[in-house]
């Protein structure tokens, strides 16, 4: 790796400095009760855009040189781009953590469910008022029922019930072309879907929701299918006329063309936001819900990335966050260096939406990072914790780490590394050459480890 792509990674020595003496309690607020809102008597509106597989090296704006993402771009220039954002390694556990604010350890021992005994972000959002819509990769189970738990008013859905790993495989066939889409508590027939896409009709039922709600706060789930295997032209591809998703394989050439698609989406989505005058009061997130497939090599940087979905390494869960206050431009074409993980952004939008998280929903691990969102603080964790179990092979793995440094648990054999100069962790630094500021910083993180077990 070259030096100069070392600047987004490396955050100052001071700051390792405060990482190292904050306390472990820090990282661990209960988040009853946040003490923190948008100044605004019109709470904004919120769309919350998840992209299917999106390493943080994507975006043009990231520093991705291999694709086209000017939407994106527009977001992050009009925003705040985050440059140390952590999924889980793949999606399923990276949704169970997102939606209910906990580590996994807590609630995730299943592949593609999450039991309806827990509460999201959207009954976060609907009790302060909002209605909520959630449209595109379900991947929680219980269908109709469990959408409607979890807190979303209306849905429009891939993979709405729980399949074991190999038919969720067998499904995806149908996840782009001729889609398999259930609205609302029934499957769309295949002669309303067959030749369609399944984004195109995801993004149509969001903007149908925005129309008619208009006149009262929004919140918008949209996880995109785009850009998951398997591989295959979307429509402005001159493939996909003859695409048969059901015999044709998967194909990595049109993985840039999916990029493409999915920024187009994610373009129409603001163009319904401004083309409706909310373009004042409406706050747009991105992120990404792990990393880049396995097999995708992307330049980033003038580096070449290979992308390690599934993989602890940090091109496994390092993801794009941006976010944008459309028509406020607050903080426009910031880059903050906060550390964040996906069990944050409960309690974020809590903040957000001007309520508060009660005792109803358990033990939260999240930590508000709204403070940066406002510019008001940078700073919010010292650190990020993860507990990574392979539903298939039942073992698991847990680390901890700050922007810069990452250490294992025992089970790990306690390796220690600087993931920024060694992103493929060939390197573990021993007890006997870390420099004191990194001994700090490991004992810091083993305090972490130690207070979080299942």
């Known amino acids: ?24 309690q820090d990282q661990n607020i209960a988040v009853s009760n946040t003490g923190e809102s948008f100044a605004t008597a019109k709470r904004p509106n919120v769309i919350l855009i998840l992209g299917d597989d999106i390493g943080y090296e994507i975006p043009t704006c990231n520093g991705g040189q291999s694709y086209s993402t000017p939407n994106i771009d527009l977001l992050a220039k009009q925003g705040i781009s985050y440059t140390h954002c952590y999924s889980m390694p793949l999606c399923s556990p990276s949704r169970n953590e997102l939606l209910t ?24 959002m609907k009790q302060a008022g909002y209605a909520t819509c959630v449209a595109g990769k379900w991947q929680l189970g219980g269908g109709a ?30 996840r782009y072309k001729n889609p398999h889409i259930y609205q609302n508590g029934a499957y769309l027939p295949d002669n309303v879907t067959n030749g369609k896409y399944a984004d195109d009709i995801f993004t149509k039922f969001i903007c149908d929701f925005i129309d008619s709600n208009r006149q009262k706060p929004f919140f918008v ?30 194909n990595s050439k049109y993985f840039p063309d999916m990029v493409n698609y999915m920024d187009a989406k ?12 909310l373009a004042s009061n409406t706050m747009i997130i991105y992120v990404g819900d792990n990393g880049t497939p396995k097999g995708i090599s992307s330049k980033w940087n003038d580096t070449i990335i290979e992308g390690a979905k599934g993989s602890s390494k940090v091109y496994g869960i390092h993801v794009p966050l941006i976010i944008t206050y ?38 939260v691990d999240g930590v508000s990072f709204y403070q940066s969102i406002t510019g008001a603080r940078d700073s919010i964790r010292s650190s990020v914790f993860f507990h990574w179990q392979d539903s298939i092979l039942n073992d698991y793995e847990r680390w901890a780490q700050t922007s810069t440094y990452k250490l294992y648990d025992a089970t790990n ?3 220690f590394y600087n993931f920024a100069i060694d992103p493929l962790e060939q390197k573990p630094i021993p007890s006997s050459q870390r420099t004191p500021e990194q001994k700090s910083i490991a004992t810091m993180l083993k305090n972490v480890l130690d207070s979080l077990h299942p």
């Open 101 to 124: 604010g906990k580590y996994n350890f807590r609630n995730y021992s299943i592949w593609g469910q999450l039991d309806t005994t827990q509460r999201t972000f959207a009954n976060i």
């Open 221 to 250: 789930y949209y996880p995109l299918s785009l850009c998951h295997q398997p591989f295959s032209p979307p429509p402005t591809n001159p493939d996909f006329a003859r695409w048969d998703p059901l015999k044709d394989k998967s």
């Open 1 to 24: 790796m070259k030096p100069g792509t070392l600047r987004i990674i490396i955050v100052p020595c001071l700051t390792l400095l405060l990482t190292a003496c904050t306390k472990i």
């Open 266 to 277: 994610i373009g129409e989505i603001i163009n319904k936001v401004q083309a409706d005058g």
């Open 413 to 415: 054999h306690s390796s």
């Open 326 to 363: 459309l028509g406020n431009k607050m903080r426009a074409g910031a880059i903050a260096n906060t550390l964040i993980d996906f069990s944050d952004f409960l309690p974020t939008l809590a903040s957000i939406a001007n309520t508060r998280v009660t005792a109803s929903y358990g033990t």
């Open 145 to 174: 029922a469990s959408a409607k738990k979890f807190g979303f008013d209306t849905h429009c859905l891939f993979l709405p019930f729980f399949l074991s790993r190999s038919d969720e495989t067998l499904e995806n066939d149908r």
